[in-house]
């Protein structure tokens, strides 16, 4: 049983032991895929003092390291290999590096500089190279290296707390749009006397190489070159960005550039302005060409941008403030008059930039809030002080309209050598003395009672004249009635008069008529009697004539009831006979 159990052991025990004699006698060693072998030799000759990685074969650790897969001739009694894990630095992030050993960093620098070494891979072309010991200026992005862990300590965002960081800061840096990053590098020459911030240097990848920018010259603290929206690869060893605005020109402004930066002052104004003077953008000073309406990715910690407005600008010198606040220190202007009262105007200046015209008014006053305070205010005060005492306070008053008039034209005047355009002038509320006013109301309110009075009276007047003229319109309408009626019977009479001269006129003309008729008549029946004469003779014509007039009369020739007188019924019969003849002529009648 015991020697089975022996067999089987020494069957299994004999290949390994076997193997390990191989691998000692041969030195053998396998490094993995993701691994990495980092050599310490156990003894050998001592390397140099202040040196911790072998170059030569000394006894410590080595600079170089063993790639994946076998290796000869590591013998165990003479060499200890550690196999590390890769270094690995996730996407977004980047890793510092810390060297152990190197040349000393000299004193003017606080990072050690990049020297070609493959990321750091290659240990001994770090140090051969003239690679420095302590924190570095390169950085690892994201990726996988084989690292050589006794040489070089590698910061990611999973160790940053150990060394003083934080995670954020180990991220690739983020602009936001619309943003500007403002950089102040931590390493680099000092900024040149007189100066504020580091000048421009060309080729540094966006500060992303460190090392460019330090062999072009590239100086310590803040710099005049800026950061735009992006993702960068930066060092927070080597520099601290921070995030600001863009510069906001608004529509209706442009924006002065005031720059303390750049190259050296040389005045493109002309000879003709002699107030101030301004440059070409790029140089120290006030830039000749303003910001037009945008946002403008400027350093304002370098630059300054003074915003004009171009429409019209209202100031008021009265209690209330307009919305922009350059008149929030002006107030109602004092002036004593003529007759020597002193009282209170509110005046409203208007005015205008232009554009071209806004760099000139800056070089000059250095801010629109200095050209109210220091020009606007003592031109326009001072005018109504001295225009005020050439007139009493009521003549002002009264006058109110041409004093306005003059008070524009004279400051139009006066500001237009800054520049400026004065749009107008306007006299807001006049505030006279209270005495004078109670003076005044005093003698108001008489005046308009003597106008009442006075009123009143012409009313009374115009009532009287009004009863005086009704009366008279009363008694005129009688008159009119009067003389109507005259005129009426004067016509009636006349009418009279004419109808009876004109039936007097008919009555003549009747009897002439009818003399005439008669005469005519007459002649006829002569005419007809001598004809009838002439043709039957005197005698029976007349007979005959006779008998024709008998017969038109109704003469009766014998008479209707004959009474005799010779018997006794005579007188009887007779009346019988009329009764008779009576009732027969009225039944005719009916």
Known sequence: MWSTFATIFLVLLLPILGLSFIVAILGLVRINEREVGVVIKRFGPRMAAGKMIALKGE???????????????????????????????????????????GDSIPPQRILGKVVPCDNYQNARLFLTGGGQKGQQLGLLTAGTYRINSAVFTIITTRNAEQFGLHAD?????????????????????????????????????????????????????????????????????????????????PIGHVGIV??????????VSGDAFKHGNLVDPGHKGVWVTPLYPGKHPLNTRVMKV????????????????????????????????????????????????????????ISRVGSLQ???????QPIVGNYFRNSAQAYTVLDFLNARSERQIEAAEHINRAIRSYDVQAIDTL????????????????????????KTYEIQREAQSQRQLLVRETAMADIQQEMVKSEQGVQIAELHSQAEIKRARGEAEATRLNALGEAEA????????????????????????????LMDIIGRQGVRIVPDVAVSGGGGNGLSDGLMALLLQQNLDNKRIE
Not at 68 to 81: D, E, S, T
Not at 427 to 450: F, N, S, V, Y
Not at 521 to 533: L, N, P
């Open 427 to 450: 006299i807001g509320d006049i505030t006279p003395p209270g005495e004078l006013m109670l003076t005044q109301t005093a003698r108001k309110i008489a005046e308009e009672e003597r």
């Open 59 to 101: 006894a410590g650790y080595q600079a170089d390291t063993l790639p994946p897969g076998w290796h000869f001739w590591y013998f165990p009694w003479q060499y200890r290999v550690i196999k590390a894990p890769m270094t690995s630095i996730a996407p977004g992030e980047i890793g510092l590096v810390v060297a152990a050993d």
């Open 306 to 361: 003074e915003l004009v407005p171009t429409t019209n600008i209202v100031l008021n010198w009265a209690k209330r403030t307009e919305a922009h606040s350059y008149d929030a220190h002006l107030s109602p202007i004092t002036v004593r008059s003529k007759d020597g009262f002193a009282f209170n105007l509110d005046v409203a200046q208007i005015i205008h930039i232009g554009a071209p015209d806004a760099p000139k008014v």
């Open 518 to 545: 008669i005469r005519a008549r007459g002649e006829a029946q002569a005419q007809a009697y001598r004809s009838g004469v002439e043709a039957l003779g005197p005698q029976s014509y007349s007979a005959l004539q």
């Open 169 to 249: 800061q180990l991220k690739v840096h983020q602009l936001q749009p619309d943003m500007v990053g403002i950089v102040t590098t931590l390493d680099g020459a000092p900024i040149d006397e007189g100066e504020i911030a580091g000048p421009l240097v060309p080729d540094h990848d966006n500060y992303q190489n460190a090392q460019k920018f330090l062999n072009s010259g590239g100086r310590r603290g803040l710099q005049e070159q800026v950061l735009l929206s992006g993702s960068w690869n930066l060092n927070p060893w080597f520099v601290k960005v921070e995030q600001v605005p863009m510069t906001h020109v």
């Open 370 to 376: 200095n050209l109210v305070d220091h020009v606007l």
């Open 258 to 267: 005031i720059s303390f930066v750049g190259k050296e002052h040389v005045d």
